[in-house]
């Protein structure tokens, strides 16, 4: 996998995941395996859909979502986070949050953090990230060209999503070496640096 090529004067959207890119996140994933008996080699969410039980697809539904939850009430904005969102909204440009989280837990970490955010898409909407479904459904509400669509996360699956899409990522490290730093478009170490790039080059 490689990364989509980034042209900031072409941008018209910018698209966040939410857990540790907007707000603070918490999450115990270990422990959280642990109680579901997942391995670290699986993929969480599709671990427990893989589940053939019903009953204990929807027992571990349960208990991820009491994790997501308490992780809601917990969150504070990143670093960054309110200016970069006041920036977008006076540039008058489109954004949307795409996460893995369910859609109760993120619409409280929404509320919670007072962020200025009309478009929310989570886990019941489409496939989860690496997916590309939901950015490609984005654009093609937003009546966008994919290259004017620029996601913003800080995990492997964002990059993923957004090369699968072709569309341009950012990556935020938070002052963290990263190994898979170099399949973003662009690298920043907090998003008030995406904010000063940007300003220096959309017009």
Known sequence: MSYVPLNISHLKAIVFDLDNTLVTSDMDFTWLREQLGCPLSSDLLSYVEQLECQQAREKAHSVILEHELHDARTSQPMPGCLSLLDFIQR??????????NCAEATQQKIAHNQLNIPRIITREHFPPKPSPDS??????EWQL?????????????????AFNADM???????GKKVPFSNQA????EHLHDLEEIITKQLV
Do not use: M
């Open 91 to 100: 540039k008058r440009l489109l954004t949307a949050v795409i996460t893995r």
């Open 135 to 140: 950015l490609l459904a984005l654009a093609q």
């Open 145 to 161: 060209q994919r290259h004017q669509i620029l996601y913003v996360g800080d995990f492997l699956y964002d990059l993923q999503a």
């Open 168 to 174: 341009p990522s950012c990556l935020v490290t938070h």
């Open 185 to 188: 478009s662009l690298v920043v």
